[in-house]
């Protein structure tokens, strides 16, 4: 009997589902014991994923929640939002412990959920059980839980590049203007117009701006580091990439604070957190020296001309955004070594 811990993966389909594949092959602690689609079950995962062949040769099962809590002990949902919340509930009531890639768990407010995701919220009552998985800022509330949000990928991005100046009260969060780019695997699988390569290539592309959906996620965990609420400006583009995600923050400073101060804050903040890397002075990081990767970079450039500062923080948004923080967080909940799994070198150039 092997004592790895047993997992399932809902939306193994998608590039969220795939990712998590990736990765938990090479897990030492854990066993992908189901591979679920809700449209393709019966069917073999590398048929449709020919890059898996000779290593994972599993057929995907169905949706079905016993079959799921009699094979696994903990269900990664990689799902879109709005089924997520039907979903997790079912699960959590099988006694599966479960990591939601998606958005429906992660704001505290219901009515919020409802106004910006513009769809119905999860019950109040599931709704509280979940804990936020921004993996190095809360760590520590992560151990033992049953249930986690994982964050979104603008979010960490965005959340890992300010966070530790808000903290130290650096910097006034009353002018904070984020400007965001997304690789196009951002918008998932599933064919739109926005992934359409007529659409995508050769274009650079603004939308949802000042209207995205990540904004009160972003303004929740603000306004519990600030203790008071936060609003952001908040503009998202597309760029004509498959993978990656540029946050680039403009913040008002409060005191005279230089690149080599921000530098040392910052890594004194995420001290014996592998992921997080803070560039030195005069470097700014780029999406590709993450590619593939779970690390999120972070450069500065203070200016005590405008005395503004602009923090610049990468992602690769499948991996830190979703799969890779999602098995970051699966080891803070197991109590495992945060990097389990998670060793690879970005793929470069
Ligand atoms: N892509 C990214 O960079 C990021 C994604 N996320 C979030 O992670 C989640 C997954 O994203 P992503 O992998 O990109 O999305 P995809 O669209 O690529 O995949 C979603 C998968 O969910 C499955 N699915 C759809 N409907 C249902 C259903 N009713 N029941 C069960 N499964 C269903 C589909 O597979 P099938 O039809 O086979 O069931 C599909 O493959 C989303 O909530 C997304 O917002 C978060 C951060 C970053
Ligand atoms: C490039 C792109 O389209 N990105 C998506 C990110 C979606 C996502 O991650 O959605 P949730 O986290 O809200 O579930 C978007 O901007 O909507």
Known sequence: MSSKLKV?????TGYGGVELIRFLVHHPQVEIVSVISSSSAGVPISDGFPHLTDIVMQDLDGVDIHEIAAKADLVFTATPSGVSTQLVPQLLDAGLKVIDLSGDFR??????????YKKPAASPEYLKQAVYGLSEVYAEKLAGVSFISNPGCYPTATL?????ALEAGWIDHRSLIVDAKSGVSGSGRGTSLVS???????NFKAYKVNKHQHIPEI????GDVAGEDVT???TTQLV?????????IYVTLKGDHTDQDL???YRDYYKGHPFVRVRGEGIWPATKEVFGSNYCDIGFAADARTERLTIISVIDNVVKGAAGQAIQNLNLMMGWEENLGLGFIPVYP
């Open 8 to 12: 399932a993966i809902v939306g193994s």
């Open 107 to 116: 704001l505290r407010s219901g009515e919020v959920y409802e106004a910006w």
């Open 160 to 164: 890992l590049g300010i966070i530790p």
């Open 196 to 202: 359409h390569y007529a659409e995508m290539n050769e």
């Open 219 to 222: 303004e929740q965990v603000l």
């Open 232 to 234: 952001i400006t908040f």
């Open 240 to 248: 004509p990439m498959t993978r990656g995600i540029m946050s680039t």
């Open 263 to 265: 530098i040392g804050l």
